[in-house]
């Protein structure tokens, strides 16, 4: 091997290995520090410096390379320096998802029922939501069944409509004996709703009826809607989420897919709510010039001149207000909103002061625990509200209008139109007035035949 000449390392060494000079100075000077920027005081005279050094010169590149070859561990390595161990994403639990709409199997064909195609989609439509929460005009009845409703959280349930007054509620037994015996850790829950029909007779009947099932009458046919139930008796099968999975089967049917659902995996998943159907609002032969607003909204969808979603309610809080004839205000708050609790006064002089024409609903998301609690700490109680109060703990309503501030809101009209939307501070009787005054002209110009004229599917009207 050829020897390399001491001088030659030396100066390889000199020029790899860091000195005082620089990381890599090898001998040479130090860039000098640029002169600072001329001031406005007077500069002093500048000492004349000594002349710099000559540094020696450097190896070349080939005598560097050619002494890297020969002496490969005499050269530092720079150090290698361990990349970061990633900071550990936040546990995530697997069994719970994000609210989504489930995706639902075909029944077998042997399991469905002959039903019109409007039935069919109604309830279809249903399909991988949300059970829509029972409303406040659902009844539980009957003598062997409970008075109260069931807990249906974590259970498969069955859902089926009956109407006593014209037929007896003998489905609700047969689908109980199709389950035929369940194992002792597992329930499936089955409820008869009777449909808003002859209800004085059907509630006689029911009383007196011994089902092994859960009955309850939907006085109003407001939660029979929501369900897609109309005359013809169908049922709808919900999983242990509460998510609608099968609609529209045979006795068999809702027993063989309940069974099914027993069987499936326990896994927590949030399930999406149905979304409020947004229909565009119907022409009417009467023309009451409602005024027009056109504010941009900034916390809600813009529902003005549209058909409103159903008035959902879980519990009243106070006697439900009448509202026949009446403009509706509905007013969604919360007690733990400063500014929901600062238009109170507000609301209640427009409760007091337009009580003859108009309805106001206080409607708020939470449970009524929740809802006790916020008036404990602001020293107040529910006669404080000059208002009719509701509570929806699932937000239907809230939903359909989009809303995504509060409070917030929505007037609408006799024929159901929603009038106005907004701020309650930005409601006053110069939005209020002309309001009234047309709502006014609509009830006195809906006759009777525009009444008995009305061919739309659903109970509630």
């Known amino acids: 091997m050829r020897k390399t000449s001491t001088a030659i390392l030396s100066l390889v060494l000199s020029s790899l290995l860091p000195s005082a000079s620089g990381q890599f100075g090898g001998g040479f000077a130090p860039p000098q520090q640029p002169a600072p920027p001329p001031t406005e005081t007077p500069a002093e005279p500048v000492k004349p410096t000594a002349p710099a050094q000559t540094a020696p010169a450097g190896p070349t590149e080939e005598e560097i390379r050619e002494y890297e070859e020969e002496n490969p561990d005499a050269v530092p390595k720079p150090a290698q320096t361990k990349p970061a161990d990633p900071k550990p994403a936040a546990p995530v639990d ?23 195609a409007a ?4 309830l279809e439509e249903g399909l991988g939501y949300a ?14 069944a409970t008075k109260s409703a069931p807990n249906l959280q974590g259970n498969v349930v069955i859902i089926q409509s009956i109407d006593a007054g014209t037929t007896a509620p003998a489905i609700v037994d047969r689908i109980i004996a199709a389950l035929g015996t369940m194992p002792a850790d597992e329930t499936v829950i089955v409820i008869g709703v009777q449909v808003p029909n002859k209800l004085d007779l059907a509630k006689k009947r029911l009383e007196k009826n011994a089902t092994k099932g859960n009955l309850c009458v939907d006085e109003d046919g407001e939660w029979c809607d929501a369900l897609g139930i109309y005359k013809k008796p169908v049922n709808l099968v919900v999983d242990r989420n509460g998510a609608i999975r099968y609609v529209g089967l045979n006795e068999k049917g809702a027993a063989a897919a309940a069974k099914i659902l027993l069987a499936e995996p326990k896994k927590i998943v949030e399930v999406a ?13 009467i023309d009451a010039g409602f005024p027009t607003f056109t504010e941009p909204l900034t916390s809600c969808a813009d529902l003005r001149g549209k058909v ?5 309610v879980q519990k009243w809080l106070t006697q439900e207000p009448n509202m026949k004839g009446k403009l509706v205000i509905v007013d969604f708050f919360a007690t733990w909103c400063p500014p929901c609790m600062a238009a109170r006064p507000h609301m209640n002089e427009i409760a007091q002061q337009y009580a003859s024409t108009v309805a106001v609903v206080g409607l708020s998301d939470e449970s009524k625990s929740k809802f006790e609690e916020g008036l404990r700490k602001r020293n107040l109680k529910e006669n404080d509200f000059k208002y009719a ?19 917030s809101i929505a007037i609408i009209s006799n024929d159901g139109i929603v009038r106005w939307q907004g701020h309650p501070n930005s409601l006053d009787a110069a939005v209020l007035d002309p309001l009234v005054a047309a709502n006014a ?20 009207k």
């Not at 059970?131 to 062997?144: F, H, Q, R, Y």
């Not at 703990?393 to 501030?405: L, Y």
């Not at 002209?441 to 509630?460: D, E, I, Q, V």
């Open 273 to 285: 709510q149905r979304p409020a159907a947004i229909a565009e609002a119907p022409a009417t032969a």
């Open 131 to 144: 059970l829509p929460p029972m409303t406040a005009k659902v009844k539980w009845i009957g003598s062997t």
């Open 441 to 460: 002209r609509l009830s006195a110009g809906s006759t009777k035949s525009a009444k008995s004229g009305s061919t739309g599917r659903g109970w509630a």
């Open 119 to 122: 039935d069919q989609k109604a």
């Open 308 to 312: 409103s979603p159903p008035l959902t």
């Open 94 to 116: 697997p069994k719970i998802e994000q609210a989504k709409r489930i995706e639902c199997k075909a029944p077998e064909k042997t399991w469905i029922a002959r039903l019109d």
């Open 389 to 407: 109060l509701a509570l929806d703990p699932a937000g239907v309503m809230k939903q359909g209008f989009g809303v995504r501030g509060i409070p």
